[in-house]
């Protein structure tokens, strides 16, 4: 069945520096692959998505790039700030149509704290 | 536009008893699908209701069930309530037939607590 591993955390930055958070996938056929954030209390937000091999994903200052070869979306984020403090969790969907609903499967989620 | 609401926000119930929680899709979704989510870990999905019927689940028993109304609202059933079932249960709602329609937006939750 499908699979997402995230890192493992938690992840404490200082403001203004790079992150990466390292998300691989396990899945039959041509995934979406999804980035959402979680704030303390609230539900899940998307962040930012890929339909299909290369592509980019964006938002917010934030990317990830659909590696099919290795099968891979790790996050990325130049200058991290406070206000990104949050959870993010990794996500595949099977692709909606057929007998395939688009229902996520989720990794475990990594905690980012930002310090200023 | 409205976003997905979903009621109550919290709960607090007893072993054993049985909950209702409620989830009002998107503005223009036609899909629901239920997600638990443990304390520190990612969501689990339930169900998902299309054209008021069940159509996929994940590995939850049959003490889980639920409907979809005509005007697409949802609701989650749980009986004979575990310890187990504490969470925050997510609904999220998508649009069948269009390019977006994996693309799935969720409500805030609502958090259960089962005593």
Redesign the interface.
């Given at each position: 069945g499908n699979s997402?591993t995230q890192m493992e955390g938690p992840v404490t930055l200082s403001e203004e520096a790079f992150l990466t958070i390292n998300c691989t996938y396990t899945a039959t056929g041509y995934p979406?692959l999804?980035w959402?954030v979680q704030y303390p209390g609230?539900?899940?937000?998307?962040l930012l998505?890929a339909?299909k091999a290369d592509d980019k994903g964006s938002n917010k200052g934030f990317e990830a790039t659909y590696r099919k070869e290795t099968t891979s979306f790790h996050l990325e984020k130049g200058s991290v700030q406070v206000s990104d403090s949050a959870v993010y969790?990794c996500?595949l969907?099977?692709?909606?149509?057929g007998t395939s609903?688009?229902?996520?499967?989720?990794?475990?989620?990594t905690i980012l704290t930002v310090h200023p | 536009d409205a976003g997905?609401t979903?009621s109550p926000t919290h709960l607090i119930k007893t072993r054993g008893q049985q909950v209702t929680l409620r989830c009002s899709p998107k503005s223009g979704h036609d899909?629901v699908?239920w997600?638990q989510q443990a304390l520190?870990?990612?969501?689990?999905?339930i169900f998902?209701y299309?054209e008021e019927e069940e159509?996929?689940r994940?590995n939850f028993p049959d003490r889980f069930s639920g409907h979809q109304f005509p005007n697409y609202s949802s609701e989650l059933n749980v009986n004979a309530l575990l310890l187990g079932d504490s969470a925050l249960y997510?609904c999220?709602s998508?649009l069948?037939g269009t390019r977006s329609?994996?693309?799935?937006?969720?409500?805030?939750?609502t958090r259960l607590t089962v005593t």
């Open positions: 997402v979406s999804f959402y609230e539900g899940l937000q998307l998505k339909t969790f996500a969907s099977d692709r909606a149509g609903y688009g229902k996520l499967t989720f990794g475990q989620g | 997905v979903q899909t699908s997600y520190g870990q990612g969501p689990q999905f998902q299309y159509r996929q994940g997510l999220a998508s069948v329609s994996y693309e799935q937006y969720f409500g805030p939750g």
